[in-house]
């Protein structure tokens, strides 16, 4: 009972973060021309934020848990994930830039 859960809360927040990355890129690219810039901007910080925390929590899981094949995956899959955001922002950048002129 007194395992630590610092790899399991950190694939969760993984999971949650790329939800909420491709929720975003999703409506940014269906509905970005009606919301304002800053707004999609803000959403997509949120979800690097939140792949961030779950990426510290699997650094941590790593050091700390008795099980370390969850916080290893967490870390993991954040770093992908991470590098698909990055991807997917610069994408978006160019249809917008494409879209607009």
């Not at 939800?19 to 949120?46: D, K, R």
Request: charged share 10%.
């Amino acid at each position: 009972m007194g395992e630590s859960l610092y790899g399991k809360f950190g694939t969760d927040m993984v999971i949650v973060g790329f939800i909420l990355l491709v929720i975003t890129f999703f409506v940014s690219i269906m509905f970005g021309f009606l919301l304002p810039e800053s707004t999609i901007n803000l959403f997509f910080v949120l979800s690097f934020l939140v792949l961030i925390v779950g990426i510290v929590l699997g650094i941590v899981g790593i050091i700390k848990d008795d099980l370390r094949e969850k916080a290893i995956r967490a870390l993991i899959a954040g770093i992908c994930f991470l590098l698909v955001g990055i991807a997917l922002i610069i994408l978006y950048n160019i249809y917008i830039s494409a879209l607009f002129g």
